[in-house]
């Protein structure tokens, strides 16, 4: 079947300008996780999605991001004002409920230049 | 919160050795700890995972043995195979429904 889906694949940007980053988890799956991986480095968490609610935000490094999901499938992450520091793989992984696994999709480079 | 270390970095072996990738947790609570693989380009690939009430798993040529008492875990892989170089990442979370953990990863690279 379908895996996670996450568009676009590569986002290039100028300092100060919004950005929208989307995921579209696997059917039926219920929980949706945004991870970013900087160059180099390992993944770190950015926000957790049960259904629509984020019981889980802890990881969102500023204000300028948010993220939100609507009818408990897809996803948007939203950098306001972006930064240089920005600059990632931006990673989105859903789960099934009751399920352990969570897999990935292929993420969505972005740069700002 | 929770930690995760990850060791080696990068690791070097010919076609037919075996790899091993080491990595630890800090809270004694967690409990699901998966790998992933990660090839150029691509999202992390789920390849092997084990809860805390097994350890060990295998399938095929990997495999995955835990140690709760001093919270480590590793990765194993037989008989390498020029395919199986990528970064590896190890991560540990509290349940299964919550967030991972991620180590830095480790870059495998299987000569021919």
């Known amino acids: 079947g379908a895996g996670v889906s996450q568009s676009p694949s590569n986002k290039v940007t100028e300092k100060g300008k919004d950005v929208e980053l989307r995921c579209d988890p696997i059917?039926?799956?219920?929980?949706l996780y945004w991870y970013r991986q900087s160059l180099g480095q390992g993944l770190e968490f950015l926000i957790y999605?049960?259904?629509?609610?984020?019981?889980?935000k802890s990881g969102l490094p500023s204000d300028r991001f948010s993220a939100e999901r609507t009818g408990g499938s897809v996803s948007t992450l939203t950098i306001q004002r972006t930064q240089q520091e920005d600059s990632a793989v931006y990673l989105c992984a859903s789960s099934s409920e009751g399920v352990y696994e969570q897999y990935f999709g292929p993420g969505t480079r972005l740069t700002v230049t | 919160g929770e930690n995760v270390e990850q060791h080696p970095s990068t690791l070097s072996v010919q076609e037919g050795d075996s790899a091993v990738i080491k990595c630890t947790y800090s809270d004694s609570a967690s409990n699901y700890f998966p790998w992933y693989k990660q090839e150029l380009g691509k999202g992390p690939q789920l390849i092997i995972d084990?809860?805390?009430?097994?350890g060990e798993k295998k399938d095929q040529r990997i495999a995955v043995t835990l140690n709760k008492t001093a919270k480590h875990f590793s990765l194993h892989i037989t008989e390498t195979q020029p395919e199986d170089s990528a970064v590896y990442f190890c991560a540990a979370s509290l349940s299964g429904y919550s967030t991972l953990t991620f180590g830095k990863g480790t870059m495998l690279l299987v000569s021919p």
């Open positions: 999605f049960q259904g629509n609610s984020a019981p889980d």
């Open positions: 059917s039926g799956h219920t929980a």
């Open positions: 084990i809860r805390s009430n097994v």
